[in-house]
């Protein structure tokens, strides 16, 4: 009778701290804001998981306090406590039961991936380079940007590379991470839900300013989104008409502060990841292998499409992607911008 007692006391417990413990979870706000069709169902399972780590560790704890308090030696009690031998019952119980939990969660986690990998043969798709340390985006429009934005409600096709080591695409409210592979191209699925800005972030340990290799991911509606596109393409035409003629170094400048040249090379002297353009141009740049070279334009084109073929001595080498994705005039626009810094 008074060992009922306590079983009903202790489930009514166990019960209780569950329910508190998964409110609890629930109320630290572990999740972003869920901005993907794909974090629905990733959402969900973590939502299960939560409820099952709440009732598991209510199921340990409950008893174990309740005994403590409940069942604690009287004073001047010498005895010892029963003899117990063994349960078989229990154990096929306890053998059994996180057998099945566990084969049903395998179940459900497959379920899982295959919602969350599913195909939208419509796809658009935006190659995505990721380098030491920042991100590039190619739209297949021919245009490229520092700033990745997509269209609401529609699925793309991320094609990730990387140019140097193993980085990792992570927008938390998108809920999915993948690794960008040197050598490989690996894909990332997204159908974005929430219109909003949102920022990618670089989830895989790699190199000195690994923190800082951030990228701002904006959706659009898709209305939005297709004036966007159409800017893009436009204003690409335009640049590489510009860039076409004379070169100009004030060209030069805003794609010193947009193409990410920015984040390594500065322009008053201080030294960064790579060398200063400060007086860089027409100066003798003493070389890793002991020679010096003079920096002219030869020089400082071949840097910037090959920057690893002469290394600046005191500098890592494949320490910066090549950019031999900007065009002719481009590169000259840089250049001639570099030429105003001597
Ligand atoms: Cu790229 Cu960390």
Known sequence: ???????????????????????????????????????KPIDWLFDLEFKLIAFFFSLIMVPLVYSLVVFRRKDGDETDGPHIEGHTNLELIWTAVPLIIVIALGVIGADNLKQVLAVDPQAHQVKVVGFQWGWRFEYPEGFTTNTLYLP???????????????HSFWVPEFRIKQDL??????????????????????????????????????????????VWRDDQIKLAKEQELA?????????GQVLYQESGCKACHSVDGSKGVGP?????????????????????????????????????????????PNFSYLKDGQVNDIIEYIKTLK
């Open 1 to 39: 009778m008074q060992n009922k007692k306590h079983f009903i006391i202790i489930t009514v417990l166990i019960l209780l701290v569950s329910v508190l413990t998964y409110y609890a979870l629930l109320s630290i706000g572990l999740m972003p804001v869920s901005a993907s069709i794909q974090s």
């Open 152 to 166: 609401v409600d529609q699925q793309v096709l991320l094609n990730l590379e990387s140019t140097d080591v193993l």
């Open 181 to 226: 592979v040197p050598g490989q191209i690996t894909e990332y699925r997204i159908t974005p839900s929430l219109i909003g800005n949102y920022k990618v972030r670089c989830a895989e340990i790699c190199g000195t300013s690994h923190s800082y290799m951030e990228a701002p991911v904006i959706v659009l509606s898709q209305a939005d989104y297709a």
């Open 243 to 251: 860039s076409a003629g004379k070169p100009d170094a004030g060209r």
């Open 276 to 320: 200063t353009w400060d007086g860089l141009f027409e100066s003798n740049v003493p070389l890793a292998d002991g020679t010096t070279v003079a920096a002219d334009e030869a020089f400082v084109r071949e840097s910037i499409l090959m920057p690893s073929a002469k290394v600046v001595k005191g500098y890592s080498p494949n320490a910066m």
